[in-house]
């Protein structure tokens, strides 16, 4: 059977034209994937909305199914089931569960799509590397050489593959902040209520755990809601993109970020788009290198990478890892997004912009949330599911190497070299938090002794055993080694039970 005569099953990450061949589509919306676990109202709202927005644009060419699992539409499966669709095609899902789904019934499988590199140039780059260490920055400049981006013949626009030093600036701290307009927001429509009104009932009838606020939806469900979201980052707030990429600050929930992995990972945009246009505004005269350089290895370089490694490191390895040996369940707080209860500035800050959007900004999620987990010893595989349920753009093959490698430092240095870890003086540099909080980042000791830099200590003092043959934790444990008040400080961090 040709391509073009089978019906193409498009997943929630797939919804844009970039996989779409013109042939028969079929969507299913199967409710139990919103009931499995405990998710983010606005996340539920986001992939309901994008895939009856998706269905509307396709008309006559889509069957649409709304059911209770996918096996009421695919059957089954297992060997001789004879509600197997032989008619059906798909592009390789998602996750290893999809993909193991869509196997187990003969369904016909194209390649994946949707990334600037394909799983075969990732697999033939990391046999090339021969037992060495796989590094982002070996895999982004590899891609960069490939694709001629930023590239002026063989060698790198502006002399240099990564401009990070030209970056990272801390936060004006005025009152203007960063200055910048309201990003453009989509407007809501019938689908929309359509979706809040289902959720309702769903939630009525105690089929689905909601969490969170829901609404105004603040990103895109469409490809051409997502063109228009990338149009407004790219003539707003480009510019500062590259300096206050890891800037925090109170009030201003998105700052000079793009807004885009969620319309990415829904499959309405397609990042070599997303790449291309920023390259055209360095190209024009109207964008810095320095910010280009930075978007552009967000999303070719990491947003790839991770992609690969999710399939490169097995299924296991979001189970098989627990190298500092962290087994504390997750706290209520974190898991009702209950923000009121946290005391401290940043984390309440950044949990209720999570409460309120499904979303935080790249810097909150790795050096607060994650920071934070990190030194309390929280369990990676809950806190990797967690992010996958209340995050707008969370997915299974995007959290592994983020949280359970690169956040947590569960994998024992496979995917960062170091564990993310700082107290609050990283935080009062790159945020303008710690000012009005009760907490001092200067005290580790004491009433008002802040969580981050105390629990930092705590921590290097509980992990000291599985880290100290790490030559990048000897500084850091040096210090802790020349600490008068250690045992002091792990004592009152190990009895605190408010922050
Ligand atoms: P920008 O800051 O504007 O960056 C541009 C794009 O680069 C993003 O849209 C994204 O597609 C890509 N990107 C940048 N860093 C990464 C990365 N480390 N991994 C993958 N893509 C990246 N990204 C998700 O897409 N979904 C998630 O659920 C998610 N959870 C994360 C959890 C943790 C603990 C950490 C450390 C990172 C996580 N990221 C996740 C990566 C990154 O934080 C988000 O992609 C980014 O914050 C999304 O906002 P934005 O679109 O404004 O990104």
Redesign the pocket.
């Given at each position: 059977m040709t391509s073009s005569a089978r019906t193409r099953w498009i997943f929630a990450g797939q919804l844009g034209p970039l996989f779409d061949d013109g042939g028969p589509m079929m969507i299913v919306e199967a409710r139990s994937v919103f009931g499995r676990r405990p998710m983010h109202r606005a996340k539920a709202h986001l992939l309901l909305s994008a895939m009856r927005h998706r269905a509307t644009e396709l008309g006559d060419r889509v069957e649409y199914h709304r059911v209770e699992r996918y096996s009421d539409v695919v059957g089954g499966g297992g060997r001789g089931s004879a509600d197997r669709r032989d008619d059906l095609e798909v592009i390789d899902p998602t996750s290893w569960a999809a993909r193991r789904f869509v196997r187990e019934r003969g369904i016909h499988v194209l390649p994946s799509r949707g990334f600037v590199t394909s799983e075969k140039d990732f697999t033939v780059w990391a046999d090339s590397r021969q037992g060495k260490r796989l590094l982002l920055e070996d895999f982004y400049r590899g891609v960069r050489e490939r694709t001629g981006v930023l590239m002026r013949g063989d060698q790198p626009e502006g002399g240099r593959f990564n401009f990070d030093h030209d970056n990272r600036n801390p936060p004006p701290k005025n009152a203007a902040g960063l200055g910048l307009p309201d990003p453009w927001w989509p407007v809501e429509d019938e689908i929309d209520e359509e979706v809040r009104h289902d959720l309702d009932r769903w939630q009525s009838e105690g089929v689905v755990q909601l969490v969170g606020d829901d609404g105004p939806r603040r990103f895109a469900a469409t490809a051409a809601e997502a063109e228009r979201a990338l149009a407004d980052?790219v003539e707003v707030r480009l510019n500062d993109?590259g300096p206050f990429?890891d800037a925090m600050l109170s009030g201003d929930w998105?700052m000079s970020?793009?807004?885009?992995?969620?319309p990415?990972?829904l499959g309405l945009l397609d990042?070599l788009h997303?790449i291309e246009t920023v390259e055209a505004e360095h190209a024009a005269g109207r964008a810095p290198l320095s910010s280009v350089e930075g978007?552009v290895r967000?999303?070719m370089g990491?947003?790839d990478?991770?992609?690969h490694l999710y399939w490169y490191l097995g299924e296991g390895y979001r189970t098989g890892n627990n190298a500092l040996d962290a087994r504390r369940p997750l706290p209520e707080k974190f898991r009702l997004l209950d923000a009121a209860a946290i005391r401290s500035n940043c984390l309440r800050e950044t949990i209720d912009g999570m409460r309120r959007h499904g979303?935080?900004?790249?810097i909150q999620?790795?050096m607060v949330?994650?920071n934070w987990a990190l030194q309390h010893g929280y369990d990676p595989v809950e806190l990797n599911d967690w992010?996958?349920d209340m995050?707008v753009?969370?997915?299974p093959w995007?959290?592994p190497?983020?949280?359970i490698g690169?956040?947590q430092h569960a994998d024992g240095g496979l995917v960062a070299t170091k564990p993310?870890v700082s107290g609050g003086a990283y935080i009062d540099r790159m945020s303008d938090f710690c000012g009005g909080c009760e907490f001092n980042p200067k005290v580790r000791l004491g009433e008002n002794a802040c969580p981050f830099t105390a629990g930092y200590w705590a921590f290097l003092d509980r992990v000291e055993p599985r880290i100290r043959h790490n030559h990048r934790m000897a500084q850091p444990l040096s210090g802790l080694r020349r600490l008068a008040d250690r045992e002091a400080v792990v004592d009152q961090e190990r009895h605190r039970d408010s922050w």
């Open positions: 980052f993109f990429e998105t970020h793009s807004l885009l992995s969620a990415m990972n990042p997303a978007f967000q999303i990491w947003r990478y991770v992609w979303w935080a900004h790249h999620r790795l949330l994650g992010f996958v995050f753009d969370g997915t995007v959290m190497a983020n949280v690169m956040s993310y």
